[in-house]
């Protein structure tokens, strides 16, 4: 059996080129690139976990899809581009969408407005639960949530949105920037006592919206939210305030650095000049801690090593080991950093993380408003 479209291509250029040929679809050659890879996000990221994890739905007569969270990227055109996943999945299900987000813009057009197909999808401009409370959950095949950010928006699980989804059997699956991302809507999810499947599906239809110093993929990684919380389940704020330090010591690295290191916690090995070497775990921005001694290690630019203070032993022995998921020894990093490190970083470090990451956030909407419009 032949691949649907959206597994035979793995890159923008390929995959729009194949639609292009499609009866009614030619327009797409006359469509910058990147203003139609940017209308087409959205449904493509769609089309490709349909695919990957559930082919049965492209199978079915009807596919009804509940966008929730929706506000620009996820809406152009009032999310008629939605209304191509037929064609990305080698279909002939009819598609119905509906669209809810507080910040819904219904008024947000690309430069591809022209071409869009005529069929635009249901507009909801209101929070999950208000609209869970008139309307009924299993009436849609599948419920999507592009960048839920998690850690700033717990609403969606405080107020059971989510849980009243699952409740239903509706399948719910989200996407991230990367893998790293991922993992920390996972911990999160986790922490109320949700189940998320253990890998994600990387998608190569993404949009890039980062700059020199990172790499922000918007569709890049998709995931399924698997199973609400048992009754009774509590939620452990312990390890949330732990993730909360993990995005604290990020941004200020972000702040004193420039970028954030890779490998929080990960075990290293630094060679001196006479060829000695030692086993060391990396904390953070070429910090390390030798966890024999616990003497703290700072790689100074120029390849010096100065002592940055010690790390009790009691913290050593909460190290989580390399068979651990990589989150689990960040937020052992952060911890570490947060407590006895953050002297050997120079006193300009206490800029503005909040400033920082404000201005973050709008430089990449501000980037993604443009790919629309090229």
């Known amino acids: 059996m032949a691949q649907p479209l959206i597994l035979h291509h793995h890159e923008w250029p390929g995959l729009i080129a194949g639609l292009a040929t499609r009866s009614g679809l030619a327009y797409l050659r006359d469509i910058p690139l990147a203003t139609a890879s940017a209308v087409l996000a959205a449904p493509a990221a769609v089309a490709r976990w349909i695919a990957v994890r559930a082919p049965q739905l492209a199978a079915a007569p009807a596919l009804s899809i509940l966008v929730i969270g929706a506000e620009t990227t996820d809406a152009p055109e009032q999310g008629r581009w939605y209304q191509l996943l037929p064609q990305l999945l080698d279909a002939r299900c009819e598609v119905t969408v509906t669209l809810i987000g507080a910040e819904l813009d219904t008024g947000f057009a690309s430069a591809a407005a022209a071409h869009a197909p005529a069929a635009p999808a249901q507009c909801h401009r209101t929070g999950l639960a208000e609209f869970l409370s008139g309307h009924a959950a299993p009436a849609f095949n599948l419920a999507v949530v592009f960048q839920p950010g998690m850690q700033k928006h717990q609403g969606w699980l405080a107020a059971g949105g989510f849980a009243r989804l699952l409740a239903t059997s509706v399948p719910l699956i989200a996407s991230s920037y990367a893998a790293d991302e991922y993992e920390m809507d996972r911990w999160v999810l986790e922490c109320y006592g949700y189940r998320v499947s253990a890998e994600p599906v990387l998608n190569p239809f993404y949009l890039e919206l980062g700059d020199d110093r990172t790499s922000v993929r918007w569709g890049g990684a998709?995931?399924?939210?698997?199973?609400?919380?048992?009754?009774?389940?509590?939620?452990?704020?312990?390890?949330?305030?732990?993730?909360?330090?993990?995005?604290?010591?990020?941004?200020?690295?972000?702040?004193?650095?420039?970028?954030?290191?890779?490998?929080?916690?990960?075990?290293?090995?630094?060679?001196?000049?006479?060829?000695?070497?030692?086993?060391?775990?990396?904390?953070?921005?070429?910090?390390?801690?030798?966890?024999?001694?616990?003497?703290?290690?700072?790689?100074?630019?120029?390849?010096?090593?100065?002592?940055?203070?010690?790390?009790?032993?009691?913290?050593?022995?909460?190290?989580?080991?390399?068979?651990?998921?990589?989150?689990?020894?960040?937020?052992?990093?952060?911890?570490?950093?947060?407590?006895?490190?953050?002297?050997?970083?120079?006193?300009?470090?206490?800029?503005?993380?909040?400033?920082?990451?404000?201005?973050?956030?709008?430089?990449?909407?501000?980037k993604a408003a443009s790919l629309f419009r090229k």
């Open 222 to 366: 998709l995931w399924q939210v698997e199973a609400a919380p048992p009754p009774g389940s509590e939620v452990n704020r312990e390890r949330l305030a732990a993730l909360d330090t993990l995005t604290s010591m990020v941004m200020h690295s972000m702040t004193a650095v420039g970028v954030p290191s890779p490998g929080y916690g990960a075990q290293a090995e630094l060679r001196a000049a006479d060829g000695s070497r030692m086993s060391m775990v990396h904390v953070f921005d070429n910090r390390f801690v030798d966890t024999a001694n616990g003497k703290a290690w700072y790689l100074a630019p120029g390849g010096e090593l100065r002592e940055a203070g010690s790390i009790p032993p009691e913290m050593l022995t909460r190290y989580p080991g390399m068979g651990a998921r990589d989150i689990e020894r960040a937020v052992w990093a952060a911890d570490i950093k947060a407590r006895y490190l953050l002297g050997s970083y120079p006193r300009r470090a206490t800029a503005d993380a909040a400033a920082t990451a404000e201005g973050m956030l709008a430089a990449m909407r501000d």
